[in-house]
Nanobody
Framework: QVQLVESGGALVQAGGSLTLSCAAS????????MGWFRQAPGKKRDFVAA????????YYADSVKGRFTISTDNAKNTVYLRMNSLKPEDTAIYYC??????????????????WGQGTQVTVSS
């Protein structure tokens, strides 16, 4: 059973930066895809970014492209989401997710089998 534990959420001012971490355990992840999603109150869960566990493939939502960076640390079984130039509209609960493979549907929640519990990011104006 795969377990994902997010951390790093916080209250930050607009224009600031934050790094979220997702610690994965329970399997070897060499062929996995890892994704970050976010959900604001009253809204659906939106794709943010995805990466192959090897780090060779990545994909970003247009809304975060150029501001957010997803990366992996294989030795620590951890995925990171570095968020720069944060905006109030980035406020949401951020979820880490894991899928058995990286494919064309990595931006859809249904692609992922495992989910973390989420971490709150609040950006004040």
């Amino acid at each position: 059973q795969v377990q994902l534990v997010e951390s790093g959420g916080a209250l930050v001012q607009a224009g600031g930066s934050l790094t979220l971490s997702c610690a994965a355990s329970g399997r070897t992840f060499s062929s996995y895809a890892m994704g970050w999603f976010r959900q604001a109150p009253g809204k659906k869960r939106d794709f943010v970014a995805a990466i192959s566990w090897s780090g060779t493939m990545s994909y970003y939502a247009d809304s975060v492209k150029g501001r957010f960076t997803i990366s992996t640390d294989n030795a620590k079984n951890t995925v990171y989401l570095r968020m720069n130039s944060l905006k109030p509209e980035d406020t949401a609960i951020y979820y880490c997710a894991a899928s058995d493979s990286y494919g064309v549907r990595v931006s859809t929640p249904s692609w992922y089998r495992y989910w973390g519990q989420g971490t709150q990011v609040t950006v004040s104006s």
